[in-house]
């Protein structure tokens, strides 16, 4: 039995996580908590992913099951400041006993990107030319997992695209 999902977040952030198995569960089902709080159960019933945090069939964009009841995914949106360090774990009753696996997500400062710089000079004076500017993430969390701002870092414009004066 195995728990994968994000090790990273930031506040107001949904994560995914999802806990599988190569054996069908006792009642199809996986047992879900938050910081060792029960968080959910979600439940394959005659065919259809049911979760209890909501009380009804489960929305793909919420939770889902396999066809099989081997893997129980779930999203999870994180209310924890940043710094704190969640505690997600797993669990599912086989015939002869109970497994679990945990995973812990960091939850982390939300990144915010430096101003663009200036354009650089068009790269023709005329048929078409290419232009870049470029900007850095503030503050990036030095973890080669995590990454840092959420978009790009450069952007490239089409410049001078008049056709050129033959002599």
């Not at 994968?4 to 999802?18: E, L, M, T, V």
């Not at 797993?90 to 101003?115: A, G, H, P, Y």
Request: hydrophobic share 30%; net charge negative; with cysteine.
């Amino acid at each position: 039995m195995e728990l994968y999902g994000d090790r990273f977040a930031k506040q107001n952030d949904s994560i995914y996580f999802n806990c599988s198995s190569d054996t069908v569960p006792v009642g199809m089902a996986a047992n879900l908590h938050i910081n060792e709080v029960s968080y959910s159960t979600t439940r394959l019933i005659d065919g259809e992913c049911f979760s209890t945090v909501y009380g009804s069939i489960c929305s793909l964009d919420i939770c889902a099951c396999s066809k099989k009841g081997l893997w129980y995914s779930h999203i999870y949106k994180i209310v924890q400041e940043e710094g704190s360090i969640i505690t997600i774990s797993c669990s599912m009753t086989f015939k002869q006993r109970s497994l679990s696996d945990s995973i812990q997500v960091q939850i982390v400062e939300n990144k915010e990107w430096n101003n663009w710089t200036n354009w650089t000079l068009c790269s023709e004076l005329c048929g078409g030319g290419s232009q870049n500017r470029s900007r850095s993430c503030k503050n990036p969390v030095i973890d080669y997992v995590w990454g840092n701002c959420i978009g790009d870092t450069t952007e490239t414009n089409e410049c001078n695209t008049h056709k050129c004066q033959s002599k």
